[in-house]
């Protein structure tokens, strides 16, 4: 359950995002853990199914982007 992570992103020890279509963006698909050093932890859906492979290409590209994106800050 997400809100059992709730102390550690107050600590900042890892952060969540949600990935969502645009079309049904109150709708989240699969949600993402992400560590401080800016890598994916984890990515589950409801009732902690896998992601699909369009959904784990996607995970895997937004991957790339945050260690592209921020090669600099951490």
Known sequence: CVGSYV????AKETFIVFMRLKKEPKKSLITIEVSPHLEIKQAKGVHNRRPTAEE???IDGYQKHLAKKFATVV
Not at 7 to 10: E, M
């Open 7 to 10: 102390p550690r992103v107050l």
């Open 56 to 58: 784990q290409a996607f």
